[in-house]
Nanobody, 123 residues
């Protein structure tokens, strides 16, 4: 069973930055990894994705120009760099994995999920 563990969440002021990490128990060349978030009372939202081949989704929507995704295959870790954070970025952030080598931000297409890490943006 593939395991994913998120870390790096916390409390940050508006305009600040955080880097989330997703440690994966398997080889990243076999898995497409997505970052998702869920705010209280809202549906889970796809943020960014990086495929098993290393290609990533274009940043779009509410995180455009502020968030980037990257990975370190040797460390089996995928990162979500979040800059210029806004209060509306407050959510639990999850990483998830799927075997098909194509990116998608459809949560129901991911088979493996981490437990989530809380990000709170507040002054």
């Amino acid at each position: 069973q593939l395991q994913l563990v998120e870390s790096g969440g916390g409390l940050v002021q508006p305009g600040g930055s955080l880097r989330l990490s997703c440690a994966v128990s398997g080889y990243l060349g076999y898995y497409t990894i997505g970052w998702f978030r869920q705010a209280p009372g809202k549906e889970r939202e796809g943020v960014l994705c990086i495929s098993s081949r290393g290609t990533s989704t274009d940043d779009a929507g509410s995180v455009k120009g502020r968030f980037t995704i990257s990975r370190d295959i040797a460390k089996k870790t995928v990162y979500l760099q979040m800059n210029s954070l806004k209060p509306e970025d407050t959510a639990v952030y999850y990483c998830a994995a799927r075997i098909p080598p194509t990116c998608t931000l459809a949560a129901d297409l991911y088979a493996y999920w981490g437990q989530g890490t809380q990000v709170t943006v507040s002054s």
